[in-house]
């Protein structure tokens, strides 16, 4: 994971004056770290899985994270996404981001009722889009088993 955490960058005042943003997007160019991002991931989430329903990526960097790992695991990957880019019937919620108002839908037939998930991002920054997330799954009737935001401690 060291390599990982060397991959990340951080740049002053983006996209706004007063925003630190961690770019993760030099570990995604490096299969090595990429694939050591996804093992630990995997080693983490594995005591879950018996009780897994699926792994809910948060767009859009966290779909880089779930979508893959859920088919290493071989578990459903279930999108939450902004607005507009999802057919069909949805939930949705609005939330509040580091640098202004955002909303997130999920398709209301990808989540099953009474069953539990795992929601995967990328980084925390308010905590705005996790309370968001887990909101929406239990909207849906679903709870959060675990929450994962894996480069946010590097």
Same mark, same amino acid.
């Given at each position: 994971?060291?390599?990982?955490?060397?991959?990340?960058?951080?740049?002053?005042?983006?996209p706004k004056k %007063?925003?630190?943003?961690?770019?993760?997007?030099?570990?995604?160019?490096?299969?090595?770290?990429y694939a050591a991002?996804?093992?630990?991931?995997?080693?983490? #989430?594995?005591?879950?899985?018996?009780?897994?329903?699926?792994?809910?990526?948060?767009?859009?960097?966290?779909?880089?994270?779930?979508?893959?790992?859920?088919?290493r695991m071989g578990?459903?990957?279930?999108?939450?996404?902004?607005?507009?880019?999802?057919?069909?019937?949805?939930?949705?919620?609005?939330?509040?981001?580091?640098?202004?108002?955002?909303?997130?839908?999920?398709?209301?037939?990808? #989540?099953?009722?009474?069953?539990?998930?795992?929601?995967?991002?990328?980084?925390?920054?308010? %905590?705005?889009?996790?309370?968001?997330?887990?909101?929406?799954?239990?909207?849906? %009737?679903?709870?959060?088993?675990?929450?994962?935001?894996?480069?946010?401690?590097?």
């Amino acid at each position: 994971m060291d390599r990982v955490k060397d991959l990340v960058a951080t740049f002053s005042d983006f996209p706004k004056k %007063g925003v630190q943003f961690r770019d993760i997007m030099p570990v995604f160019r490096d299969p090595q770290a990429y694939a050591a991002l996804l093992t630990e991931l995997e080693r983490q #989430i594995t005591p879950l899985a018996s009780d897994c329903a699926g792994l809910i990526g948060v767009e859009s960097r966290g779909f880089l994270l779930a979508a893959p790992l859920a088919a290493r695991m071989g578990l459903p990957f279930i999108p939450v996404r902004k607005p507009g880019k999802l057919p069909g019937n949805t939930y949705r919620r609005s939330f509040d981001l580091e640098y202004g108002k955002d909303v997130l839908e999920v398709q209301v037939d990808s #989540i099953e009722k009474g069953r539990s998930y795992v929601i995967l991002d990328d980084l925390l920054a308010t %905590g705005g889009t996790l309370r968001a997330a887990c909101d929406l799954i239990q909207d849906c %009737g679903a709870t959060v088993i675990s929450r994962g935001y894996p480069l946010h401690r590097l």
